[in-house]
């Protein structure tokens, strides 16, 4: 039996507008919290109504991925618990928490530093050796951060700070998260993982807003429901499933180029929707991050 042919330009359309789609819609998350951001809500209230909104989804995704496959052990629940806590709940936390003091773009160019830090944590904890294109990679990307936060730091002060040490804890949690996931995956599979990870990071932010807040404040301005209803499905259940079908079609690699729409997208949607400068020091910095997260693996990312 010869192998399959590979597929022709065309057929790879679909695959492509699933992982742009799905770009911009993790990117469109900072969006709407800038915006709900707007009508008095915190951090903690925010996050509870994204979470109680896509609670349903997630558990629905893990049921239909797990059909058919074998019950899960008190390890892998015990793995689950970790994954949802250090890859959804707490880098969602850091990151809701410092979109309040920076703006849209900043955080996406630091959340974009996942897979440096990914690198940055196999060398340092699992001893993988680091080239020489990694290298500039680094330098690269980090010095694209450096020259938006600075211009950033330049204008808004301590509050620039305190929400970039915010958003980088939260990439550091992900990519703490993307470090430890490499193994599970392959036992639980993406999607399942996914929904079951998800699910428990839920229950966190849920059980995080009844400890911290009373009851009372669950009641939000309308703008802010409607909102937490677009964060929960267009830029949280909708993106995750509309990128793996695009790496099941045009496989991850393609699927990460593709997916760097998002940070420009962001810039775009920051700029008509929040009013936030489109200049150049923006545009170098989010150039320089691009350059170096496409060279540290030959352009393989895990988007958010």
Not at 16 to 32: E, Q, V
Not at 64 to 85: C, E
Not at 216 to 224: D, G, L, M, Q, T
Not at 280 to 298: E, K, P, Q, S
């Amino acid at each position: 039996m010869t192998d399959a042919a590979p597929p022709r330009p065309a057929s790879r359309w679909p695959g492509l507008l699933l992982a742009a789609l799905g770009a911009i819609g993790f990117s469109g998350k900072a969006i709407i919290v800038k915006l709900a951001y707007r009508h008095g809500v915190d951090a903690v209230t925010l996050l509870m109504w994204r979470m109680l909104l896509a609670l349903p989804l997630f558990l629905l995704l893990a049921w239909w991925a797990g059909r058919g496959r074998p019950r899960l052990s008190a390890r892998d629940w015990l793995d689950v618990l970790v994954l949802g806590f250090t890859g959804y709940y707490l880098a969602s936390f850091l990151d809701f928490a410092g979109l309040a003091y920076i703006s849209a773009s900043l955080e996406r160019l630091i959340l974009y530093l996942n897979p440096t830090l990914v690198l940055l944590i196999s060398v340092l904890c699992f001893h993988h050796r680091i080239q020489r294109r990694q290298v500039a990679a680094l330098a690269l990307s980090y010095l694209g951060v450096v020259a938006v936060f600075a211009h950033e730091l330049h204008f808004e002060g301590r509050a620039t700070l305190i929400g970039g040490a915010l958003v980088f804890g939260s990439a550091v949690s992900y990519a703490v998260y993307l470090a430890l996931s490499g193994r599970v995956v392959q036992r639980f599979g993406a999607l399942r993982l996914t929904g079951l990870a998800s699910s428990v990071a839920c229950a966190f932010c849920l059980g995080q807003f009844l400890l911290l807040r009373p009851l009372s404040a669950a009641w939000v301005p309308e703008p802010v429901f409607w909102l937490s209803v677009l964060n929960a499905t267009a830029c949280t259940v909708a993106p995750v499933l509309m990128l793996m079908l695009a790496i099941a079609r045009i496989g991850a690699p393609l699927s990460a180029q593709v997916g760097m729409v998002g940070p420009m997208s962001t810039l775009l949607m920051g700029a008509l929707l929040l009013d936030e400068p489109l200049t150049a020091w923006i545009l170098i910095g989010t150039g320089l991050v691009l350059a170096g997260v496409f060279l540290v693996g030959g352009g393989k990312r895990a988007g958010r």
